[in-house]
């Protein structure tokens, strides 16, 4: 049951109550909800716990363990991270009971920055962590994993495409799949047939969803297989002539690896597979890769991440493709399910496209533009020392210089009225933008 509600309404309502409390009671009713608070945290509720202990240290601002907690709480959301660095920060050096959680301290400012993906003070945060921690913290083994992961991913390269969301929806793990419209698509996406669940599967409550191409012979999906030794591995099964599907073979090591494999579709026309693995070469938690069969039915390739622009610090677990093309073409578009912007890390249906990335600068047309383009006025400041500061507009008979570029235009001019569009080339495109105060802005380009 949740003992506060995480909205300011109620935590002010709350605040107003204990006011009118003996202290007894209200010591008493500081321990159960920070007994509560640590259940939720330990549950890994990151999202209760941060308001309950949000609420907390509005009782007891100077409590270091409600600070501590509410910190690494905060870590754990997209919006809150930086403000959960900020006090871990200021947190540095717990004393008493608190000096325990020192090492911790820092392997949590190490998560939080490889979430902000800046690998480098990740790595430096992560050294120090392991150097202090001690044999008792169950965090160790993880922050060395991550360690490696940092420091393997210092030179990304530069994303040669960009993803535009056309949508978003928050969802659920176990049942995301249901929220993707397929109707356009040659896949469908079921759950996997139960004899094709191991007895491990069933006791892990594990159901992998498939996504199925009916006229395929094949099907790709995710099993612990019999001992799980490997964690969740992609298996296939075929499609036999009278309809019933033949014993699930494992994929072999150029896919699987001795993380959790998890989520494939297998898309025939590139004949690639796609799945999500937290394996050692993602950034951080489940990344995107892919491997393709060298023939059709024939041996698969060894996996590789997809491109840098499908891939965060965050959990990337699944991408439907809505057409053929391929993963680094500007005309793919589909379906990608992550956490990267969700709030406490839930999970986030998104409609995604790719777009071409521009350069930054485009010298030769800049400078074309620049030479033709004659702007007949521009606005200039005038003040003196008794009133205050105003704008007017001012003839110029000197060519301006290119005054702001962005990936798509360049700004040209500013106008009291609508510009004489005559002084533009025969062919250049522009457009212009009314400001709230009447001025007409003039942009030329692509």
């Given at each position: ?11 002010t ?15 008493q009713?500081?321990?159960h909800?920070?007994a509560?608070?640590a ?25 270091k ?15 809150l991270?930086q403000?959960?660095?900020d ?7 717990l ?7 020192n ?20 790595v ?19 922050a ?8 393997a ?7 040669s ?9 928050p969802?659920?793990?176990e049942?995301?799949f249901?929220s ?5 698509s ?12 191991t ?28 001992k ?7 298996y ?14 494992r994929?072999?090591?150029s ?26 070469a ?16 024939g041996?698969?390739l ?5 491109p ?22 500007e005309?793919f ?27 930054e ?49 360049i700004?040209?001019?500013v106008?009291s ?20 105060n ?9």
């Open positions: 049951m949740k003992l506060i509600n995480p909205t300011h309404k109620n935590i309502a709350l605040l107003i109550l204990l006011c009118s409390v003996p202290p007894c009671f209200l010591a009713t500081s321990i909800t920070a509560s608070a259940s939720f945290y330990s549950e890994g509720n990151m999202s209760e716990a941060n308001a309950q202990y949000g609420a907390l240290l509005s009782l007891e601002p100077e409590n363990e409600f600070q501590y907690y509410y910190a690494v709480t905060c870590t754990a959301d997209y919006s991270r403000e959960g660095i006090r871990l920060n200021e947190l540095k050096g004393s008493g009971d608190l000096i325990v959680l090492a911790e301290r820092l392997f949590f400012l190490a998560l939080a920055y490889q979430h902000k993906e800046e690998f480098d003070v990740a430096d945060f992560y050294r120090s962590a392991i150097g202090k921690s001690g044999k008792n913290d169950v965090w160790v083994e993880e060395k994993f991550r360690l490696d992961q940092c420091k991913v210092f030179d990304l390269p530069t994303p495409v960009k993803l535009t969301f056309l949508s978003q929806s969802v659920n793990l049942s995301y249901r993707i419209p397929t109707g356009n040659h896949l469908r996406l079921i759950l996997v047939p139960s004899e094709l669940r007895k491990l599967d069933k006791k892990k409550g594990w159901v992998s969803p498939v996504a199925f191409d009916s006229e395929a012979d094949v099907l790709y999906f995710s099993s612990y297989g019999k799980g030794g490997t964690g969740l591995d992609i296939s099964s075929k499609i036999l002539l009278d309809g019933s599907l033949d014993t699930p073979f994929l072999p090591d896919v699987n690896s001795p993380a959790d494999d998890i989520n494939p579709v297998f898309v025939k026309e590139n004949s690639t597979l796609i799945f999500a693995s937290n394996r050692s993602s950034l951080g938690g489940f990344d995107l890769f892919s491997s393709e069969t060298i023939s059709y039915g041996p698969f060894s996996a590789e991440a997809l840098r622009v499908w891939n965060t610090a965050s959990n990337e677990y699944f991408l439907f493709p809505k057409n053929d093309a391929n993963l680094d073409s005309l578009n589909g379906w990608l399910l992550s956490d990267r912007s969700g709030e406490f890390s839930a999970p986030i249906l998104y409609e995604v496209a790719a777009v071409a990335e521009r350069a600068e485009e010298p030769e047309t800049i400078a074309e533009v620049a030479e033709v383009v004659e702007p007949i006025i521009n606005v200039v400041e005038e003040t003196d020392s008794d009133s205050p500061k105003d704008s007017t507009i001012e003839a110029v008979s000197v060519p301006i210089s290119v005054s702001q570029i962005s990936n798509l235009s700004q040209v001019g106008f009225t609508a510009p004489d569009l005559s002084l533009l080339p025969q062919g250049v495109d522009y457009f212009t933008k009314t400001l709230p009447g001025l007409v802005k003039l942009f030329v380009g692509p």
